[in-house]
């Protein structure tokens, strides 16, 4: 039997993972990095609007551990913005419950199940695409974890 205690849960991942001020280039910059499952929780909470409590259950983690989470995610965004730094989006305990596809020929991007793989765009039919959780070192290991 694996860890009983579950993993975090990630819905999907981030359509993009590194951010930065306009018109610097991006090695002159400081880099503060935000953990994948930090972002999760700024996109429950204040882009859903979600009640910490109902964000929680979301990623399968108690009220006080997402209330910690936010906080940490928030001061790294906070970060980022006023001391003009580029963020990385990276590392984090989670895995994730679907998967966020990108066309690298036509930048459709299209959300589907993480065990359900597809290997042709939607939009345009190429086989050149992407997946954005095996772009973060994930794939394998969140279908074992939703099994
Ligand atoms: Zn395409
Ligand atoms: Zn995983």
């Given at each position: 039997?694996?860890?009983?205690?579950k993993?975090?849960?990630?819905?999907?991942?981030?359509?993009?993972?590194?951010?930065?001020p306009?018109?610097?280039?991006?090695?002159?910059l400081?880099?503060?990095?935000?953990?994948?499952?930090?972002?999760?929780?700024?996109?429950?909470a204040?882009?859903?609007?979600l009640?910490?409590?109902?964000?929680a259950a979301k990623?399968?983690?108690?009220?006080?551990t997402?209330?910690?989470?936010?906080?940490?995610?928030?001061h790294?965004v906070?970060?980022?913005?006023?001391?003009?730094?580029?963020?990385?989006?990276?590392?984090g305990?989670?895995?994730?419950?679907?998967?966020?596809?990108r066309?690298?020929?036509?930048?459709a991007y299209?959300?589907?199940d993480?065990?359900?793989?597809t290997?042709?765009c939607?939009?345009?039919?190429?086989?050149?695409?992407?997946?954005?959780?095996?772009?973060?070192?994930?794939g394998?290991?969140?279908?074992?974890?939703?099994?």
């Amino acid at each position: 039997m694996r860890n009983a205690r579950k993993c975090r849960v990630v819905m999907y991942p981030p359509h993009r993972l590194t951010f930065k001020p306009a018109g610097v280039s991006g090695n002159m910059l400081k880099e503060i990095a935000l953990t994948v499952d930090e972002y999760e929780a700024i996109r429950l909470a204040d882009y859903e609007e979600l009640e910490h409590e109902e964000a929680a259950a979301k990623m399968n983690i108690s009220r006080p551990t997402f209330t910690r989470l936010i906080k940490k995610a928030r001061h790294n965004v906070a970060i980022f913005l006023i001391e003009c730094r580029r963020l990385e989006i990276n590392g984090g305990n989670f895995h994730f419950k679907s998967d966020l596809v990108r066309c690298q020929d036509c930048g459709a991007y299209f959300y589907q199940d993480i065990h359900n793989r597809t290997t042709k765009c939607r939009e345009c039919g190429s086989e050149n695409i992407i997946s954005l959780a095996e772009e973060l070192g994930h794939g394998d290991c969140c279908r074992e974890n939703n099994e």
